[in-house]
């Protein structure tokens, strides 16, 4: 079975700085999606950014990128220039490809505090 | 903007009660996703549905059954509640993917308390 793995709890910035959450993931597939979705006060999960793993140009989202490396299984979001509504529990979550639509794994999360 | 509705933010139970989540999406999505979320272990799927009157467990289905009857409405029903099932409920719900990475749509929760 695939596992995801945060392994820092909270993380914590201050504002207009960087800041870079981990993840690793285990999985024997070859073809798979990464996901970041951030999940603010409000209780919504939103997508943050994904990344396809036949893709080997790092996706990125304005303010928001990704450093995959898929021989190491890690898959760590880059918050530049952070901001006060960055804070939230980010999830790292990972898809089998094929038709697994939907089915994610998640990892445990990582409360990120933005400092003004 | 796509819109997932759960019927409730917070609810209280009885063990042995059976408990309905509601959750309805108004973007005529193919697929909908049930998760609970629970502190240290993230988001756990608990059952999903690709079209109306189907249904397929996740997870971690044991004490859970599903319900798609109309293709915008998928409920939870915990037939006889237990405190071990005390958790956040989030409902999801993605349109039949292009291209693959598709995107979900969650709602807002439901935070229950079974006492």
């Known amino acids: 079975a695939q596992t995801v793995t945060q392994s820092q709890p909270e993380m914590s910035v201050q504002e207009a700085e960087t800041v870079t959450l981990s993840c690793t993931y285990d999985?024997?597939?070859?073809?798979?999606?990464l996901f970041w979705y951030k999940q603010p006060p409000s209780r919504q999960m939103i997508l943050v950014i994904r990344?396809?793993?036949?893709?080997?140009q790092n996706a990125t989202e304005n303010r928001f990128s990704v450093n995959f490396q898929k021989a190491a299984k890690s898959f760590s979001l880059k918050i530049s220039d952070s901001q006060l509504g960055d804070a939230a529990m980010y999830f790292c979550?990972?898809?089998?490809?094929?038709?697994?639509?939907?089915?994610?794994?998640f990892g445990q999360g990582t409360i990120l505090t933005v400092h003004p | 903007d796509v819109k997932v509705t759960q019927s409730s933010r917070y609810l209280v139970k009885r063990t042995g009660e059976k408990v309905f989540l509601e959750c309805v999406q108004d973007?005529?999505?193919?697929?909908m996703f049930w998760y609970r979320q629970d502190p240290g272990l993230g988001l756990r799927l608990i059952y999903f549905s690709y079209d109306v009157k189907m249904k397929e467990k996740g997870d971690i289905p044991e004490g859970y059954s599903v319900s798609r009857e109309k293709k915008e409405r998928f409920s939870l029903i915990l037939e006889s509640a237990s405190t071990n099932q005390t958790s956040m409920y989030l409902c999801a719900s993605s349109p039949y993917p292009t291209g693959g990475g598709e995107k979900l749509f969650f709602g807002s929760g439901t935070q229950l308390s079974v006492l």
């Open positions: 999985t024997s597939e070859s073809d798979y999606y």
């Open positions: 979550a990972y898809r089998a490809g094929g038709t697994s639509y939907g089915k994610l794994t």
């Open positions: 990344q396809e793993a036949y893709k080997q």
């Open positions: 973007m005529d999505h193919e697929n």
